[in-house]
């Protein structure tokens, strides 16, 4: 536990340049030793990214390490997986829901460079990484490998900046994509409400400590007044539950019943989803499947009925469609 809590203490934030760095020495291992081209390497970092979030965000491992892999090597029995192998299946399992990977997936490197990848992002936290500086080292990795090397170009983000502040999408209204590339319209607007969310939420809370210390209560009192009212309004901030599942908050509900998204490539989904999550998340509506299928459906006027779909690997999605 003392070593645990060394490394726990050890670890620092990201500026966004060290992240995007680091995602290039990873990109660059991955070339150099398994030959990968660029789209496999992509893809590859996007796995281990996705073990890592995984690993901490489930609540049942600890930090992502090589201490970490070498606990679970020594507890590992003869039959069992290999330790890298054995944790993307955990992973898989986890983000099942999402459709982010199909069964038959790999990670196809060896434990020698999973190792080697693992002791290159353990020297941060990143959940402690601000998800601006995250989100942008992300996309400007993204940006290279995927719209440059492997010939897709999405819609800069100025533009896309422009476009959705001049939509202005306000909170429970819903928001879909239905050709989300690597999710950059959906990203800006799930920031776009959220940050409005966020600065409600600070108004409460600033009324809530007034309201308090006008009751003149003894300081500890007030203190423990305080910090429960702030705690009761910090949680409306949460995306998501521990275990990657919905939950009933304000930014949950908009994470997981406003935002929606598809794409017919595999690659592109897993982006977005990837692309998203570093940014704060809002990745549960994206969806890997075609989105310009066509649908025939007659509605009456004043009447709202649900559409769903079962896409590729099992995918699921639903949306409201109002007949006026």
């Known amino acids: 536990m003392l070593r645990l809590?060394?490394?726990?203490?050890?670890?620092?934030?990201?500026?966004r340049k060290e992240f995007q760095d680091l995602l290039f020495v990873c990109r660059s291992i991955l070339r150099g030793v398994h030959k990968m081209d660029p789209g496999r390497a992509f893809d590859t970092i996007s796995k281990i990214l996705f073990i890592r979030m995984y690993v901490e965000r489930s609540g049942l491992h600890g930090t992502f390490t090589t201490d970490y892999?070498?606990?679970?090597?020594?507890?590992?029995?003869?039959?069992?997986?290999?330790?890298?192998?054995?944790?993307?299946?955990?992973?898989?399992?986890?983000?099942?829901?999402d459709a982010l990977f199909a069964e038959s997936d790999k990670l196809d490197i060896s434990e020698e460079t999973f190792r080697r990848?693992?002791?290159?992002?353990?020297?941060?936290?990143?959940?402690?990484?601000?998800?601006?500086?995250?989100?942008?080292?992300?996309?400007?990795?993204l940006g290279t490998t995927v719209r440059g090397e492997l010939g897709q170009f999405f819609t800069p983000r100025p533009i896309v900046d422009f476009m959705v502040d001049l939509l202005d999408p306000q909170e429970q209204e819903l928001i879909c994509d239905p050709a989300a590339g690597s999710g950059g319209f959906l990203?800006?607007?799930?920031?776009?409400?959220?940050?409005?969310?966020?600065?409600?939420?600070?108004?409460?809370?600033?009324?809530?400590?007034?309201?308090?210390?006008?009751l003149e209560l003894p300081e500890?009192?007030?203190?423990?007044?305080?910090?429960?009212?702030?705690?009761?309004?910090?949680?409306?901030?949460?995306?998501?539950?521990?275990?990657?599942?919905?939950?009933?908050?304000?930014?949950?509900?908009?994470?997981?019943?406003?935002i929606y998204g598809?794409?017919?490539?595999?690659?592109?989904?897993?982006?977005a989803k990837m692309n998203m999550i570093m940014h704060g998340d809002g990745h549960g509506g994206i969806h890997y499947h075609d989105g310009l299928l066509d649908i025939s459906i007659s509605i009456n006027p004043d009447e709202t009925v649900s559409l769903s779909y079962t896409g590729?690997?099992?995918a699921n999605g639903v949306c409201e469609v109002s007949g006026d």
């Open 5 to 15: 809590k060394q490394i726990r203490e050890s670890l620092r934030t990201f500026n």
């Open 69 to 97: 892999l070498d606990r679970r090597a020594a507890s590992r029995m003869p039959n069992d997986a290999l330790v890298h192998d054995g944790l993307f299946d955990l992973t898989k399992s986890y983000y099942r829901t």
């Open 117 to 141: 990848i693992v002791k290159q992002l353990e020297r941060f936290d990143l959940s402690k990484t601000g998800d601006d500086i995250k989100g942008l080292a992300f996309e400007r990795f």
């Open 187 to 214: 990203i800006r607007a799930f920031e776009h409400v959220r940050d409005r969310i966020q600065a409600d939420v600070q108004r409460q809370k600033d009324a809530e400590r007034a309201r308090i210390e006008a």
């Open 220 to 258: 500890d009192e007030e203190e423990r007044e305080i910090d429960a009212a702030f705690a009761r309004l910090n949680r409306e901030l949460l995306p998501s539950r521990d275990d990657n599942q919905p939950i009933d908050t304000r930014v949950g509900r908009l994470a997981w019943q406003c």
């Open 262 to 271: 598809t794409d017919a490539a595999p690659r592109a989904a897993r982006t």
């Open 312 to 314: 590729k690997h099992g």
